[in-house]
């Protein structure tokens, strides 16, 4: 699990929203670094933070799955 920058709502008025910090497990981060331009990861800020919940923003595993 890691916690990422990604590409948000881009019409949104904050930064916040364009460019949201989420968890992503492992898998989604694979899966993101092969998609190449289809890519919706703009950066890992580092590792899984629990003040942002305890599951993978795009699938929903929880942390407690998955070997952080
Ligand atoms: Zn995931």
Redesign the pocket.
């Known amino acids: 699990m890691k916690c990422c920058t990604v590409y948000g709502d881009m019409s949104a008025d904050s930064a916040a929203d364009q460019y949201p910090t989420v968890n992503?497990?492992n898998?989604?981060v694979d899966a993101d670094a092969s998609a190449k331009e289809d890519a919706q990861i703009v950066s890992i800020e580092g590792d899984y933070d629990p003040g942002l919940g305890d599951s993978?923003e795009?699938?929903?595993?929880e942390v407690s799955d998955e070997q952080i």
């Open positions: 992503l497990c898998e989604c993978c795009w699938c929903g595993v």
